[in-house]
């Protein structure tokens, strides 16, 4: 009678199977799957976790930077954790982090931290930087700027300005704009973006000056450069004539206003801040944005502006209950440009909407 090769019986007797393999009654070795083995003559056993095998050989340590379950096979421990050979994965420490398959793990850098097993993360957001001294994150002066997780402010070079809190420079003699709008970082396509707003001021892409794209959702850093006389025909449009700065200004004004062409952009803008470096003054920027809430009732309080000689005065008060006819407006206008014009019919544009939801 002839018997198949592989099995370890011979008529009558019945012979353990060896180290790494396996029967049921009756049957024929066979190996142990991946992540078990056994003993010569015995059933087949998970490994312990941290161990492994592979099919028909001895359970073994899993190299350092990987582990397992009992009964699996090694994989790498995720970012965050650490393994020693045959050990399970472990949190890395706060302040402490690792690559996926770590033996150890490196500690976040200067203005990092991070939670124990998590990945390292800026300490503070752009525009602040991380003061190691007292332990807090402080926001950059005018004139400074700083992306998250600096540990400094850096001084804008010549020619360039930044408000307070910036993260990037802009060039003295534009109107820098912020622009935050509701699309993924990772989904944003910023030849789109600049596409759409080109269309609303009716500009060619060129003109727009995308200075930073950053994350949250995304934040566009921005100006408009002036057209050309070979940009502009006989029968452009007034919009297509302005300068850069003022189709800035009037898209803060649109914005402001609730204006309908802002609702025909492919995208939902979350907010909008516009800043000008104050000619008469290389240290002080003048802010324009809209107020977060509703105004209080006494009070209106007038934005920051040009406030020298050669400048704009912009005074405003409310009197609780009181009419229209009530309300007190000075406007002292002493320079003759643009820019200063076109802020000045804004700020009255801003000021009278305010007066008339009142």
């Known amino acids: 009678m002839l018997f198949r090769s592989d099995t370890t019986t011979v008529p009558g007797v019945c012979s353990p199977c060896p180290s790494g393999y396996s029967s049921i009654d009756g049957g024929i070795c066979a190996k142990c799957p991946v992540g078990y083995d056994s003993d010569a003559g015995g059933l087949c056993r998970p490994c312990a976790p941290g161990w492994s095998s592979v099919s028909g050989k001895l359970c073994a340590p899993c190299p350092a930077g990987f582990s397992s379950f009992a009964g699996g096979s090694c994989f790498a421990c995720p970012a965050g954790q650490f393994s020693y050979s045959g050990g399970n994965c472990t949190n890395c420490p706060s302040s402490f982090s690792s690559t996926q398959g770590s033996a150890g793990c490196y500690a976040c850098g200067f203005g990092q931290t991070s939670n124990a097993g998590g990945r390292c993360i800026d300490r503070c957001p752009d525009g602040q930087s991380w003061n190691q001294a007292f332990q807090l994150c402080v926001v950059c002066p005018v004139n400074t700027f700083a992306l998250s997780g600096s540990t400094s402010c850096t001084r804008c070079p010549y020619g360039h300005f930044a408000p307070d809190g910036g993260a990037i420079c802009f060039p003295q003699d534009r109107v820098g704009g912020v622009l935050r709008i509701d699309v993924p970082f990772t989904q944003v396509d910023e030849e789109q973006v600049v596409r759409a707003l080109a269309n609303l001021l009716d500009s060619e892409m060129s003109w ?91 009070i209106i309080p007038p934005q920051i502006f040009f406030t020298s000689n050669r400048g704009l005065t912009l005074i405003s008060q409310v009197n609780v209950g009181a009419n229209p006819a009530e309300v007190q407006v000075a406007l002292q206008v002493g320079a003759s440009s643009k820019l200063v014009s076109s802020i000045v019919l804004l700020v009255a544009t801003m000021l009278l909407a305010v007066i008339l939801s009142m």
């Not at 566009?220 to 057209?227: C, K, V």
């Open 208 to 298: 727009f000056n995308v200075h930073m794209v950053r994350p949250g959702s995304t934040v566009f850093y921005f100006s408009i450069s002036d057209p050309s006389a070979a940009d502009l025909t006989a029968d452009a449009s007034a919009v297509r004539k302005l300068s850069g700065n003022e189709k800035m200004l009037l898209f803060y004004q649109w914005w402001v206003m609730g204006d309908s062409r802002i609702d025909d952009l492919p995208f939902d803008l979350l907010d909008l801040k516009e800043f000008a470096l104050d000619p008469t003054s290389a240290t002080n920027v003048i802010p324009l944005f809209a107020p977060s809430s509703a105004p209080p009732e006494a």
